[in-house]
């Protein structure tokens, strides 16, 4: 995934200097309204053929009527149909899809900043992991956020400012991951819940993310699938919406776990695209039902 991965770190090292004046959270945040730019074209499509599909209603329960009894004749009619109107089923979970790389490149990015965000070498990495820990032996086993931590202290990175020198590392390599100085984001949530049992509130902020994002997760796609009229029970779903449908149940369940144990910027990440779509979404209804009016 480095094909994807190290030209987002090059953006997201972009905006963290250039843009957000090394403010980690609104470099996130800028991020992933640019995603966001990037798979509006698709997200477009996806809602047309929701609004489509739901409007299509009628005429596939008389095709269910007509041929309830012949599953296989019933599927073909039903694409005949989708094909009449133009009418991707598919088109409902495609842009979900493609989110997956894109997720798993945002992971290896808040994961390991010092590779695909300061674009560090191993060998320099491996030199910063020895100075906190010399029986470190690969570049892989470097805790690069505890790094970041360690080295944000100017104390710190000048007692081990020439070893640094020699192996390329700078000062301004490290990324400062406070945000409102309220969270952590380079910590995960479960290590904050963690804590929090034991007595320690220091990092209980962290909490509220996994919580925004999973809240936010549900709320967009129930916008996204069911802020038009309310579904009728003898609606029809052919195999494709029921896919998509289980797809959008999971991704809730999947959101609260990803995002408590995976470190908080990822989490970040979600809620600020959850709120982008919602608002997305609200103004793609609200222009195609005055279409559909007028």
Known sequence: ???ITEPFGVIMNFFYKYVAFENYGIAIILFTLL???ILFPLTLKQQKSMMMTQALQPKLRELSENYGDDREKLSI???KLYQKYGVNPMAGCLPMLIQFPLIISIYQIVRNPLQYISGLSSEAILAVGKIINPAVTSADSVDQLSANSFFLNPENFANHAETLAASGVKADDFINMDFLRIFDLGETPWH???NVFDGDFALAALILIPILA???TYISQWI???MKKKK???DVEDNTQQATNMMLKLMPLMTLYFAFVLPAALGFYW???NLLSLLQTILMNKFFIQKKEG
Request: no cysteine; charged share 25%; net charge positive.
């Open 271 to 273: 809620f600020i695209g």
């Open 77 to 79: 009619e039903q694409q």
């Open 214 to 216: 999973t809240g936010t």
């Open 232 to 234: 009728n029970k003898k």
């Open 224 to 226: 996204t699938s069911g």
């Open 1 to 3: 995934m480095d094909f």
């Open 35 to 37: 995603t966001k730019i």
């Open 192 to 194: 904050a819940l963690k």
